[in-house]
């Protein structure tokens, strides 16, 4: 069985061409575009009252005529903040698990912003059978990184179906933090042509985005497409299973 599979750092749905909230229906047309099956989505608001980030994963999905779920990290405002899970396909099952905020390394300089994490798991139905997805938005310290990685690595462990990992990691691929996961799983990146980076979208220097596969999946293409709708650029892969 053949899916197209994609992650996307949404930046809260901020239209980094024109500066402003407000680019679902530039994600609603680019995701019909991409006939992506399955997509993972970070940075993902619900803000009730507001129309431009009230239930975004929600607005979005209705937009495509998709079924979604909502993971929460945390709190934000009057509302939610975390990542989504969105398909043309049915949702046989979804959870979330949290990753809770964690001390910084001895000697470490706090980052910028510092929160709660979670990942995201899906089973999706795709022609009678099961892909299962995980989701996550790794934090920007090393013992928050750290942190995530145990989380997911036990969380891929337990899996005995085929599954594929996706998300913004805020790791490069040369990060000693993020071997645990390559350990386990493949980087579909490495079936390009040529190495492409996904941060920040009009001139990346970073790839810091990932899809992996787990072992006896088949990846048949992956890519990062320039785009500008976000400050990221998204991530698909092409596999087989």
């Known amino acids: 069985m053949q899916c197209k599979v994609m992650t996307y750092n949404i930046q809260s749905c901020n239209d980094f061409e024109e500066k402003r909230l407000g680019s679902q229906e530039k994600l609603i047309a680019y995701l019909r575009e991409t006939d992506a099956d399955v997509v993972v989505l970070n940075e993902v608001r619900d803000l009730p009252g507001d129309p431009l980030t009230e239930d975004q994963a929600g607005m979005i999905a209705r937009g495509l005529g998709w079924n979604y779920r909502f993971a929460k990290a945390i709190d934000l405002y009057n509302g939610s903040y975390g990542n989504a899970f969105l398909t043309r396909h049915s949702i046989k099952s979804f959870s979330v698990t949290p990753i809770p905020l964690r001390e910084l390394e001895p000697g470490e300089e706090p980052p910028r912003w510092r929160e709660a994490r ?19 938005h790794f934090g920007l310290s090393a013992g928050e990184q750290k942190y995530a990685v145990e989380i997911t690595s036990a969380l891929l462990d337990a899996e005995s179906q085929p599954h594929v990992f996706m998300g913004d990691l805020n790791m490069e691929p040369d990060n ?7 350990a386990r799983m493949q980087d579909t990146a490495k079936v390009m042509k040529e190495q492409k980076l996904s941060q920040v979208s009009d001139n990346p220097t970073v790839k810091i985005d990932y899809v992996f596969a787990s072992e006896g999946i088949r990846v048949l293409d992956a890519d990062i497409p320039a785009s500008l709708i976000s400050d990221h650029r998204p991530h698909w892969a092409i596999i087989e299973f």
């Open 176 to 182: 000693p933090i993020l071997a645990p996961i390559f």
């Open 118 to 136: 979670c990942v995201l798991r899906a089973e999706v139905e795709i022609n009678g059978q099961t892909l299962v997805v995980f989701g996550s």
